[in-house]
């Protein structure tokens, strides 16, 4: 029998107890559904839903490739690309919730 990895996260998503107990957006939500949109290849859809999704595989790319060759200042480097990450994390999650209200 064969598991569809795509349905069973579908069918399994987390709620966001941020959500729950404030009514309001967390910065990150949406992850969740844009992680499912991008594995089924509908890559707007997955932008729209949580738009920092590219940004964060690109930091996975950088981490491991930083990683691997050992660059000096990797760590400096990761955090400066982190905070950008949590940067449209956080920017998105304002202009979603002020939308929304």
């Known amino acids: 029998m064969e598991i569809n990895l795509i349905q069973w996260l579908k069918h ?10 404030l009514g309001i957006n967390c910065p990150m939500c949406g992850f969740q559904r844009s992680l499912v949109s991008l594995l089924e290849g509908n890559i707007r859809d997955s932008v729209l839903q949580f738009p920092a999704m590219f ?26 690309i982190l905070l950008l990450d949590l940067s449209i994390m956080i920017i998105n999650c304002v202009i ?4 929304n209200h």
């Not at 399994?12 to 107990?21: D, W």
């Not at 595989?57 to 990797?74: C, E, H, Q, S, V």
């Open 12 to 21: 399994n998503m987390l709620p966001c107890p941020y959500k729950q107990l």
């Open 55 to 80: 940004p964060l595989i690109f930091t996975a790319f950088i981490f491991l490739g930083l990683y691997f060759l050992k660059i000096k200042n990797r760590k400096q480097i990761i955090q400066l």
């Open 96 to 99: 979603i919730n002020i939308l």
